[in-house]
């Protein structure tokens, strides 16, 4: 096994070819490679990232896709479609967000190319109209601690302030009353989950929505993980707030088609209460020298392939295909929360539906996680607590899966516990979850520089890689 990946077999390529290479030579390369790496999550053991799993659906959308690889969305005179695809996403998608709801404004939307992209799209609509509206220069925003990472990003990207608060541990969402004491005259937005990440709760929408009314404030809902799915939930009876453009205080609501939506990576939607909002981040430059300049989102030329594919997920699936689906996935991650719970030293985290997360009091979960890895199961790992979750996407509801998770929990709880006796510690911790719960505050530093040194590597280790024989 190589340090770099497919060097024993592939040449690595470090500068760019005099000569190219015969197209099925290449295409034969890409295939042992793409065939090896989905028999990784054919299993049904991975958690999250192949929302659909289904190869037909893929070839379905690379269809719809190759028809329009080549074009270019900044160029609608040559692309009209582009509208079309586009603006039918966004309809559909303030339909599944009751934008019908809304009387007092205009509903809007954009699409970006991931939730990270939603996210910063709206922060920079929320930053830009404050200031213009209510002359803020020193914005802030709050969100709860489960609350993603690219809320960060963002504050970090647009010079806002991040104030973020505790969730309450026993439900895992935040509490409107403590989110209420950080919020003055500077204050942005607050930020909701449903759910989040971490483990899949949803945060009370509708108090956090009568919140930002009261104190004048926008209310953004990180539907990214959820949009797609608890609508569906919703309707098939299971016990789901609304948290879309019903409850009133919502103004924006990032939703990723490339997530539950089932549609291909690098698609994502972000909508609106009031269109004014989503002008206040458009930008235009009209005297330049290569003509006047406009994109509605921070994004210059993008593939309109994409827009065809999430087009023709969301087409080909309706309401009817979503719901079908979600109605698999809920039935699936019940029965694997009925798992859970079937052991007394394991404790899910809050009342989670399609994803959840599970950590434990008797030890350290990494244990768990340490038994399960070689037998194929990928979590994703959590801290302060230490917790796995498991994001249940459509692999899960194939047949045997929920079976083979009973089997291997049993035997991993059993190896947890003997490991904890014995007084060993997990390895897959640093890994999964961070540093472990708990870690002196003077290992954050070595905790960064190890981060940067991973990213360093997943860019550079073709550089230090030996010469090929
Ligand atoms: C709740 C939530 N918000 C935002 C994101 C970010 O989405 P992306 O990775 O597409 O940028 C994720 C990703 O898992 C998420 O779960």
């Known amino acids: 096994m190589s340090e770099y990946p497919y060097a024993d077999r592939f040449p690595v390529v470090r500068g760019l070819p005099q000569e190219g290479r015969p197209a099925d030579d290449i295409l034969a390369e890409l295939t042992a490679m793409a065939t090896e790496e989905d028999a990784f999550w054919e299993t049904g053991k991975v958690s999250g990232t192949m929302y659909s799993g289904d190869h037909a659906h893929y070839a379905f959308l690379t269809e719809a896709f190759s028809r329009f690889a080549h074009s270019s969305a900044l160029q609608r005179d040559l692309c009209p479609s582009a509208t ?14 009751h934008a019908s709801a809304v009387e007092d404004s205009e509903p809007a939307g954009m699409m970006t190319m991931g939730g990270t992209g939603s996210i910063l799209h709206a922060l920079l609509a929320y930053r830009d109209d404050a200031r213009a509206r209510r002359g803020i220069t020193a914005p802030n925003l709050v969100k709860a601690e489960t609350g993603h990472p690219a809320f960060n990003k963002g504050a970090h990207m647009f010079g806002i302030e991040l104030r973020t608060v505790p969730v309450d541990p026993a439900t895992t969402t935040v509490d409107p009353a403590v989110m209420a004491e950080e919020i003055d005259e500077n204050t942005i937005a607050l930020v909701g989950s449903a ?8 945060d009370p929408i509708a108090d956090l929505g009568a919140l930002a009314l009261e104190r004048g404030v926008g209310l953004h809902v990180d539907a990214c993980l959820g949009g797609f799915i608890l609508p569906f939930g919703e309707e098939l009876g299971y016990d789901i707030p609304p948290f879309d453009f019903r409850v009133p205080g919502v103004t924006t609501i990032s939703a990723d088609t490339h997530k539950y939506g089932y549609a291909f990576k690098g698609s994502s939607t972000l909508v609106f209460r009031d269109k004014r909002l989503r002008n206040a981040q458009y930008f235009h430059l009209v005297d330049w020298s290569g003509g006047k300049y406009m994109s509605p989102g921070m994004e210059g030329s993008r ?3 994409l827009l065809a594919a999430t087009w023709a997920a969301m087409v080909r699936l309706g309401r009817e295909g979503y719901r079908t689906h979600a109605a698999a996935i809920f039935a699936t991650s019940a029965a694997m929360m009925d798992v859970v719970r079937s052991h007394p030293e394991l404790r899910l985290m809050g009342s989670p539906t399609f994803c959840f997360s599970f950590a434990s009091d008797a030890f350290d979960i990494y244990h768990v996680a340490d038994f399960m890895k070689p037998l194929g199961w990928r979590f994703n790992g959590q801290q302060y607590p230490n917790a796995i979750h498991m994001a249940v996407t459509r692999p899960q509801t194939w047949p045997g899966v929920v079976d083979a998770f009973a089997a291997d929990l049993a035997d991993a709880v059993e190896y947890a516990r003997a490991q904890h006796a014995a007084g060993k510690q997990p390895q897959l911790g640093a890994i999964y979850g961070g540093v472990p719960g708990g870690a002196p505050g003077a290992l954050a530093s070595q905790v960064e520089e190890f981060i940067v040194m991973m990213m360093d590597s997943l860019l550079d280790t073709w550089q230090s890689l030996p010469p090929q024989r």
């Open 303 to 305: 593939s309109v392939g």
């Open 195 to 202: 759910g989040n990440y971490p483990y899949g709760t949803i």
């Open 84 to 97: 079309k695809f586009e603006g039918e996403i966004i309809a559909m998608v303030l339909d599944l967000m």
